[in-house]
């Protein structure tokens, strides 16, 4: 069974950086877009970033453009999610999720597009 699991995630100062991996397991997520989102107590998810299974392609939310950048190894069946200039309004829970379909150059950014979603990391930014 395809599991993703998310590290790196915990406390940073406003300014800080934070490197978030998600690594998955169970089946190869080649081909396959993976996002990022985040969610923070009496909030719905909010798409973070995705990007698509040939890594040729990537989307935003306005919020982290510039300041957050995500990437994937497929060799090693992680993404990544590198955060600059952290704002207070960035902690959230970070969590990763992966389509079941191979559409190597489509970009998801709404839930219901993907399948498989990790427990996720918790974000906390201190100003």
């Known amino acids: 069974q395809a599991q993703l699991l998310e590290s790196g995630g915990g406390l940073a100062q406003a300014g800080g950086s934070l490197r978030l991996s998600c690594a998955a397991s169970?089946?190869?997520?080649?081909?396959?877009?993976v996002g990022w989102f985040r969610q923070t107590p009496g909030k719905e998810r909010e798409f973070v970033a995705a990007?698509?299974?040939?890594?040729?392609?990537?989307d935003y939310v306005d919020s982290v453009k510039g300041r957050f950048t995500i990437s994937r190894d497929n060799a090693k069946n992680t993404v990544y999610l590198q955060m600059n200039s952290l704002k207070p309004d960035d902690t959230a829970v970070y969590y990763c999720?992966?389509?079941?379909?191979?559409?190597?150059?489509?970009?998801?950014?709404?839930?219901?597009?993907?399948?498989?979603w990790g427990q996720g990391t918790e974000v906390t930014v201190s100003s």
């Open positions: 999720a992966a389509t079941q379909s191979a559409e190597p150059r489509w970009v998801g950014t709404v839930e219901g597009e993907y399948d498989y």
């Open positions: 169970g089946r190869s997520f080649t081909n396959h877009f």
């Open positions: 990007i698509s299974g040939s890594g040729d392609n990537t």
